[in-house]
């Protein structure tokens, strides 16, 4: 099956400090999303993104299809960011399931 | 406000009791599929359904069943809870065609 490779899987940042994240993909996809798992365990959507550029606030994610990777930026990091990061890709042709990456571990510290 | 919910969100029960997680959808979505998720496994496919009557086996399907009698719900049925079963578990739909799925809010399952 498709495999979903996220890095770095812990980070750690002051308030104030921008980031990013990565999610590889070893085959083609349909539908690529990010989400943010809160302390609550909610898993909240940040982008559907199966190509090209969004932005949404503080956030913004680029997909780049034909090199199989995606980014998560995170600019001036705030507590209410930490969390864990989830990528997770339908392979195309596939049942609409999606595969999640094992996720990033973000802490925003004070 | 457009959203998926289950019920109940949290639930400690013993082994062998029966139970069912409702999970329903206002989106008018065609796709819905039931995840769980645990440490060190991440979050797996338990049941999806395409439509209503329509169902299939995701990646971890034993211990559960499902149904789709209706477009906007597709509880999970626990028959007989054993404590592997522990887990947190998330509903999510969909419009068909590789669109934006959205979850809901978990529900954490406890068995003893």
């Known amino acids: ?110 | 406000e457009a959203q998926v919910t289950q019920n109940p969100r949290y639930l400690i029960t013993v082994t062998g009791k029966k139970l069912t997680v409702t999970c329903s959808q206002n989106m008018n979505h065609e796709y819905m599929s039931w995840y769980r998720q645990d440490p060190g496994l991440g979050l797996r496919q338990i049941y999806y359904s395409m439509n209503v009557e329509v169902t299939d086996k995701g990646d971890v399907p034993e211990g559960y069943k499902v149904s789709r009698k209706e477009k906007r719900n597709f509880p999970l049925i626990l028959e007989s809870p054993s404590p592997n079963q522990t887990s947190l578990y998330f509903c999510a739909s969909g419009h068909r065609g590789s669109y934006e799925q959205y979850f809901g809010p978990g529900t954490r399952l406890t068995v003893t």
């Open chain 1, 1 to 110: 099956g498709i495999q979903v490779e996220q890095s770095p899987p812990d980070l750690i940042l002051q308030e104030g400090a921008n980031s990013t994240l990565r999610c590889n993909f070893s085959d083609s996809v349909n539908n690529l999303q990010w989400f943010h798992q809160n302390p609550w365990g909610q898993l909240i959507n940040l982008f559907y993104i199966p190509s090209g550029t969004k932005q949404n606030g503080r956030l913004s994610a680029t997909t780049v299809a034909t090199e199989r990777y995606s980014l998560l930026y995170i600019s001036s990091s705030q507590t209410t960011d930490s969390g864990v990061y989830f990528c997770a890709v339908e392979r195309r042709g596939g049942s609409e399931k999606l595969v999640f990456g094992k996720g990033t571990k973000l802490t925003v510290n004070p």
